[in-house]
């Protein structure tokens, strides 16, 4: 099964439309158009067909997450390429 067989039946399986998709490639701060969306739903003989690549599948699995359950607490797992600002604690010397 092809990330775009993935792609077309969560699609038709959660009653998405291209506006969704979009919103939810967003909350995995993936930005596509619906040109590429609708060129990836597209019949594999179409000329205008283009093969999801496994970069949009993942974006679109984990802002799926987000969207079904809403942001993971401050406790959660950094994904690659995440910078924090966090300061650890000093420890005392008494």
């Known amino acids: 099964m092809s990330n775009n067989d993935v792609m077309k039946k969560l699609r038709v399986a959660l009653s998405l439309r ?16 619906k040109t590429e969306l609708s060129a990836i739903f597209r ?27 809403g942001v993971r607490p401050d406790n959660r797992v950094k994904t690659v390429g995440e910078k924090t600002n966090e300061v650890k604690p000093k420890e005392d010397k008494d």
């Open 18 to 33: 291209d506006d969704d998709i979009i919103e939810i490639l967003k909350l995995a701060n993936f930005r596509t158009t």
């Open 43 to 69: 019949a594999d003989d179409h000329p205008n067909f283009q093969p999801c690549k496994d970069q949009l599948l993942r974006n679109f699995l984990n802002g799926l997450v987000i969207y079904k359950r």
